[in-house]
């Protein structure tokens, strides 16, 4: 006979998850799937939350009728699932964002850039089946803009995709994110994702979604914007 873990419990019996979303409510800031709550878990608090989930998901696989006892394939299948959502897979809903050094912008660049394809990966919200895509960021800075490292935009994307997500707007939250660390004139981001959703269920097609989120000069000048999407376009036929 298995032991099965226990939800960790305060002494008043309460489960670490309910804790966090107490702190949440009385500061009325939203848990939604793809928000971040890194603020509200005091130390050591991630941990217990793996083991509560560990136990939780046991109970689901034994409500898939599915013996976890005898069978050598799942005994162990309810740790790693709660260990590759919460530290992993999920891991951007419960981290803080990464540091991301920002440098003036020293030589007044005022010129198109275009970073990516950065590879994303993430799980749709609604079935949490897998996300997998890249994106292209534009951007048009001026003198007052901050610049960043490559691996940064590709550091910010698995931050904000590694939870869980709907594709349009994951995107618009990379889009804050950038204008907020950047302060560029304008921003493009465009994405291009298969969802597994649809390849595993329901229609079982293998459709890819592209969406994209426009912000400042890309939204007013036509030009530039069709400069950045024709940019985009000669790369994926080359």
């Not at 007013?220 to 024709?230: A, I």
Request: glycine letters at 6%; hydrophobic letters at 40%; a negative charge.
């Amino acid at each position: 006979m298995i032991d099965k873990p226990q939800p960790n419990k305060s002494e008043s019996g309460e489960l670490v998850s309910s804790r966090v979303r107490e702190r949440l409510k009385l500061a009325r800031k939203r848990f939604h799937a793809n928000d971040n709550i890194s603020g509200f878990l005091e130390p050591g608090e991630l941990e217990e939350l793996q083991i509560e989930v560990e136990a939780r998901f046991k109970e689901v696989l034994e409500s898939l009728v599915i013996d976890i006892e005898s069978d050598h394939n799942t005994q162990d299948t309810a740790r790693r699932v709660a260990k590759m959502y919460l530290t992993e897979v999920f891991k951007g809903r419960y981290v803080e964002p990464p540091p991301v050094t920002e440098f003036p912008n020293a030589e007044s660049l005022n010129e198109l850039m275009i970073v990516g394809p950065i590879t994303v990966r993430s799980a749709c919200s609604h079935h949490f089946c897998p996300i997998m895509g890249r994106l292209w960021i534009g951007l048009m800075p001026n003198e007052r803009s901050n610049l960043i490292g490559l691996s940064k935009y590709a550091r910010l994307a698995e931050w904000i995709m590694s939870r869980p997500q709907i594709q349009e707007e994951a995107i618009s939250q990379m889009a804050e994110v950038l204008m907020t660390k950047v302060r560029p004139d304008g921003l493009a981001i465009v994405m291009e994702a298969d969802h597994f959703c649809m390849q595993w269920r329901g229609v079982k097609d293998d459709a890819v979604m592209v969406n994209s989120a426009m912000r400042g000069s890309f939204l007013k000048d036509h030009t530039l914007r069709s400069e950045f999407l024709s940019l985009l376009n000669l790369r994926n036929r080359g």
